[in-house]
């Protein structure tokens, strides 16, 4: 399928308009003026040329941006969720464009990948309610369309990924490094309009430059669930070469990304999956040993590969699983977990717990410098996404429907 079928060939047009417009407005500049260097910072010196520079800033920053006029109305394509339901209640319906108010930016989606938010979201959770109708999608790449005031450091047209996480950006734990902590953290789709759409709105500070060694649909597939499993490998549980870890679920998507964050770092993983194709998957991913979460004798086998007992249990499962797993717990040892998809109790004992100095740690998305760094590493071609399947935006029943029975290894991906 070409890149560019679906859009609208008039919107493109007026997007590359924009960009050039962006462009002609920096040129104009006085920092862009062709003077010779010398010239300019002889200029920049003076404290009066300083105070001019600052006062047009802020005065452009005041004004409506000339080169994004934010009063397009034009409709945009998205999956839009009026009622809770299975499948059929996803429906492709117009909806107007998104708008960027200050410091925001709309970015042309051109992948996006699915994560069971965007089911919990569909069928509805009791005690947690979604405001309905919600267009859901958290992990997102694509092009920025349109820029909001105040923001002026990306042309129209750069290839962006998105991050997951919205925040405040103002409280202690957002400027302190931890705004996945936030008191006003949500993911995008989650409680506001998200990227199973045309277009996506995001704050400036939710979209990192794609490297280009990544397509689209790899961008995409490598948002959330790297993040979610960086931040518990590498900031929760301190992970070190040489250590065991034992990666729960290895089939599922934060599965998938713990074991190859797991092998980056040099530790030996042991990991369970529940069907014959998962287990030949997790292996190719660099696991040593993959053992059937179906068989009760598993946790055996992790005591006889491990006798003094695992360093750290990468676990999202709970009930039954949380327990054995602590079980298999060592000296020093540390759980994280991110979820408790079976059951949210569990039993402890605590006399293992203090004895062994072992410690449960909880984890949820990462922060946005955890992001940065990960980018980074992608774009020296560290971590490849595992895709289970690509299809248009069309088929998003078919795509639910395929990420809901199990049946894929990696993450389902869209393109609108
Ligand atoms: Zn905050």
Same mark, same amino acid.
């Given at each position: 399928?070409g890149?560019?079928?679906g !859009?609208?060939? &008039?919107? *493109?047009?007026k997007?590359? %308009?924009?960009? @050039? ?6 040129l104009a $500049? #006085?920092?862009?003026d062709?003077r ?6 002889r ?6 040329h300083?105070? !001019?520079?600052? &006062?047009? *800033?802020?005065e452009?920053? %005041?004004?409506? @941006? ?7 109305? $034009? #409709?945009?394509?998205?999956v839009?969720i009026?009622e809770h339901?299975g499948?059929e209640?996803?429906?492709i319906?117009?909806?107007?464009d ?5 410091y925001e930016?709309?970015?042309?989606v ?5 994560n069971?938010l ?11 309610p979604?405001k309905?109708?919600a267009?859901?999608?958290?992990d997102?790449?694509?092009?920025i ?5 105040g923001v ?13 996480g919205?925040?405040c950006g ?7 490094g931890?705004?996945?902590l936030?008191a006003d953290y949500?993911i995008?789709g ?6 199973l759409?045309?277009y996506?709105?995001?704050p400036?500070?939710n979209v990192?430059?794609k490297?280009?060694?990544l397509?689209y ?5 490598l948002s959330?669930?790297m ?5 518990m490998?590498?900031a929760r549980?301190?992970l070190r070469g040489?250590e065991?870890v ?17 092998k980056y770092i040099?530790?030996?993983v042991?990991a369970?999956a ?6 030949k998957?997790a292996?190719a991913l660099?696991?040593e040993h993959?053992l ?10 992790v005591?006889?590969l491990a ?10 499962v709970?009930?039954d699983i949380?327990?054995?797993?602590m ?12 979820g408790a ?6 039993k ?8 062994k100095?072992?410690s449960?740690l ?11 760094q990960l ?12 895709i ?11 795509a ?8 894929v290894?990696g993450k389902?991906?869209l393109?609108?």
């Amino acid at each position: 399928m070409g890149a560019e079928e679906g !859009v609208n060939p &008039e919107r *493109r047009e007026k997007e590359q %308009r924009r960009g @050039a417009q962006v462009t002609s407005q920096r040129l104009a $500049e #006085p920092w862009y003026d062709g003077r010779d260097a010398g010239e300019q910072a002889r200029a920049v010196v003076s404290v009066r040329h300083a105070v !001019v520079v600052a &006062e047009s *800033r802020a005065e452009r920053n %005041r004004a409506p @941006a000339p080169d994004c006029p934010p009063t397009e109305e $034009e #409709p945009m394509k998205a999956v839009v969720i009026r009622e809770h339901g299975g499948p059929e209640v996803l429906r492709i319906e117009d909806v107007p464009d998104p708008v960027p108010g200050p410091y925001e930016v709309v970015v042309r989606v051109k992948a996006v990948a699915l994560n069971h938010l965007d089911l919990w979201v569909r069928k509805g959770v009791p005690g947690a309610p979604f405001k309905l109708p919600a267009t859901t999608g958290a992990d997102a790449a694509g092009d920025i369309a349109s820029v909001g005031q105040g923001v002026s450091d990306l042309a129209i047209g750069t290839p962006v990924m998105v991050l997951p996480g919205v925040s405040c950006g103002i409280c202690a734990l957002c400027v302190g490094g931890a705004d996945h902590l936030c008191a006003d953290y949500h993911i995008l789709g989650e409680s506001g309009p998200g990227a199973l759409a045309e277009y996506v709105k995001v704050p400036r500070a939710n979209v990192v430059a794609k490297p280009a060694n990544l397509s689209y649909e790899d961008a995409a597939a490598l948002s959330l669930t790297m993040l979610t499993s960086w931040h518990m490998l590498v900031a929760r549980a301190q992970l070190r070469g040489g250590e065991t870890v034992l990666i729960q679920a290895a089939g599922s998507g934060v599965g998938v990304a713990g074991i190859q964050i797991a092998k980056y770092i040099g530790a030996r993983v042991i990991a369970t999956a529940g069907s014959e194709d998962k287990r030949k998957a997790a292996l190719a991913l660099g696991a040593e040993h993959v053992l059937d979460s179906r068989d009760p004798s598993w946790p055996k086998q992790v005591k006889a590969l491990a006798p003094r007992g695992v360093d750290v249990v990468f676990e999202h499962v709970g009930g039954d699983i949380f327990e054995q797993s602590m079980r298999l717990l060592g000296r020093a040892g540390r759980l994280v977990t991110c979820g408790a998809t079976t059951g949210i109790d569990a039993k402890i004992n605590l006399r293992h717990v203090f004895f062994k100095s072992q410690s449960i740690l909880g984890s949820t998305m990462g922060s946005k410098g955890e992001y940065h760094q990960l980018v980074a590493l992608y774009a020296q071609g560290f971590f490849k996404p595992v895709i289970d399947r690509v299809l248009p935006l069309s088929e998003i029943r078919a795509a639910q429907e395929a990420l809901e029975s199990r049946e894929v290894f990696g993450k389902v991906v869209l393109r609108p």
